[in-house]
């Protein structure tokens, strides 16, 4: 029998979850590097930061090369990945397999879907936009889309809300320990993914569920899916 989504509002993290954009985060990092004369790192060095922010991302880069920043340099910094990202926002960041068919079950199934994420709303809706997954979605909240943001347990929920759901019959789908401790602050069960970002095992965090692949999801949103 299908599952009756009628009322339920499944919430998604972006980078890591939805879309591999670890490529173009990458270049935008390496750009910043490349200013200071510093050589490029690889996406498998950026990877563990991604789900921390661009200015992680940047921080990071320069440990590696036993370098660091004040935060007004850093700051600085941040524009000018931010400016060259914005441009370069879909080089080579691509849907992570099986996303469009999922996302077009679960409307077809009655629910509503929202991305909930720390990456700011315009480059947010400016990535889906250009990869023709924004129209699907109710609501795209972004780092600073409220005054709030992951993990406080209200951006989750103010983003439950904007797409006309309700908390009780809402859960959370990310890849890091940001996404799952989101949802667990705002009591909302979640899905992890294992082919995001993070570098250990989120089966430690206590999910709901852990996928390793989209054609798993619908399984597991049954088992973690409040009733009604």
């Known amino acids: 029998m299908p599952l009756d989504l009628a009322d339920a509002t499944i919430v998604f993290d972006l980078d890591g979850t939805l879309i591999d954009t670890a490529p173009d985060l ?7 590097l490349g200013l200071l004369g510093l050589a490029p790192i690889s996406v498998a060095q950026v990877h563990p930061f991604i789900s921390h922010g661009a200015k992680a991302m940047i921080d990071a880069g320069l440990r590696f090369h036993d370098r660091s920043a004040a935060d007004s340099e850093l700051n600085r910094l941040l524009d ?9 926002v879909a080089v080579a960041s691509r849907p992570f397999e099986g996303v469009s068919e999922l996302l077009d079950d679960l409307l077809a199934a ?13 480059l947010s809706r400016s990535l889906l936009r250009t990869l023709g997954l924004d129209g699907r979605f109710a609501a795209i909240a972004g780092r600073d889309t409220f005054d709030v ?10 983003t439950i809300e904007a797409a006309g759901g309700r908390v009780d019959r809402a859960v959370m789908v990310g890849d890091s320990e940001v996404d799952i401790a989101t949802a667990a602050a705002a009591k909302v069960p979640s899905i992890a993914v ?8 989120l089966r430690e965090l206590g999910p709901g569920a852990v996928i390793d692949h989209y054609r798993e999801f619908m ?6 899916l409040p009733q009604r």
């Open 26 to 32: 990458t270049a935008a990092t390496n750009h910043v």
């Open 80 to 88: 000018q990945f931010l400016v060259f990202y914005a441009d370069n």
């Open 110 to 122: 009655g629910a509503r879907l929202a991305v909930c994420t720390n990456k700011v709303e315009h």
């Open 149 to 158: 943001f992951k993990p406080a347990p209200g951006h989750l929920i103010r």
């Open 194 to 201: 294992t082919f995001g970002y993070t570098t250990f095992s």
């Open 219 to 224: 399984p597991a949103l049954a088992k973690v």
